[in-house]
């Protein structure tokens, strides 16, 4: 199993930036897939970006040029930096790692854009 750690959530104001991390713990050598993926209110879950292992990174057409997904595999670690945010880009954001048997989601942090 693998478990997935959040952290880096907090409230910024508009046009300010944010970086997320995910620490993976586990049989974490199952993973070939790393993502990121946003919940707002009253809305469903999205993808931000995702990174997969020999295909480099795959972002939603609004993060483009604002997000960066990255991943240190020595840390476990992936990361999503988040700059220009705006109110629409307030939610809670999910970890997530896909591989041949796994599918884990963290818990969330919650990133709040608001002056």
């Known amino acids: 199993q693998v478990q997935l750690v959040e952290s880096g959530g907090g409230l910024v104001q508009p046009g300010g930036s944010l970086r997320l991390s995910c620490v993976a713990s586990?049989?974490?050598?199952?993973?070939?897939?790393m993502g990121w993926y946003r919940q707002a209110p009253g809305k469903q879950r999205e993808l931000v970006a995702s990174?997969?292992?020999?295909?480099?990174?795959n972002y939603a057409d609004s993060m483009k040029g604002r997000f960066t997904i990255s991943r240190d595999y020595a840390k476990n670690t992936v990361y999503l930096q988040m700059n220009t945010l705006n109110p629409e880009d307030t939610a809670v954001y999910y970890c997530?790692?896909?591989?041949?048997?796994?599918?884990?989601w963290g818990q969330g942090t919650l990133v709040t854009v608001s002056s």
């Open positions: 586990g049989n974490i050598f199952s993973i070939n897939t």
């Open positions: 997530n790692a896909v591989g041949p048997f796994t599918d884990a």
């Open positions: 990174l997969t292992d020999g295909h480099g990174a």
